[in-house]
């Protein structure tokens, strides 16, 4: 009798080691109740905005020669304390006036903000993109980002040129 009992107890114990590791290497991928089952993935945006814009459709802006903007990109999560990197692609069409291309920090569910000045130089249609990548123990995510740039020698028009 004792050897079963003791041969309970140990199975009880184990098991109870085996949930207790479950738990621990399981931790941080549990997040508002939601399970994340195999590669976790974490749940976060990047957008741009710009600042003065002309705004031709969706995320299509228009910019005359010589104009100055402020491009943000927008990066934001649904966890806190995100490892995170950002990757500006600027094209040759834009000058960059302040800022720069990357960006590297912690991103929490307030978000952050990655600003840049830029000038219009150059003519036609200029696709500004960027690459958000983000880690919290074994989670990881990229997110990328894109907006188009018309850039003509002035405003009027764009909108029918650039549509």
């Known amino acids: 009798m004792k050897k079963k009992t003791l041969g309970l107890a140990a199975a009880a114990g184990i098991l109870i080691l085996v949930a207790c590791l479950i738990a621990y290497f399981i931790q941080g991928k549990i997040n508002s109740g939601d399970i994340i089952v195999g590669e976790p993935r974490l749940p976060m945006k990047a957008d741009f905005r710009m600042h003065p814009f002309f705004n031709i459709q969706g995320n299509k802006y228009g910019m005359a020669i010589g104009e100055e903007a402020k491009v943000s990109l927008a990066i934001s ?3 806190d ?3 995170t ?7 040759s069409g834009l000058e960059m006036l302040e800022g720069g291309r ?3 920090g912690i991103v929490g569910r307030n978000g952050t903000t990655m600003q840049v000045m830029v000038r219009a130089v150059k003519t036609g249609m ?4 960027a690459n ?3 880690s919290k123990g074994k989670a990881r995510n990229t997110a990328d980002a ?3 740039l018309c850039v003509d020698v002035t405003r009027e028009g ?3 040129k650039c549509a």
């Open 77 to 79: 999560s649904d966890w």
């Open 81 to 83: 304390g995100v490892n």
């Open 85 to 91: 990197t950002a990757a500006l692609n600027m094209p």
């Open 102 to 104: 990357e960006w590297s």
């Open 126 to 129: 200029w696709n500004v993109t």
């Open 132 to 134: 958000v990548t983000s």
């Open 146 to 148: 894109a907006m188009v």
């Open 158 to 160: 764009l909108k029918e």
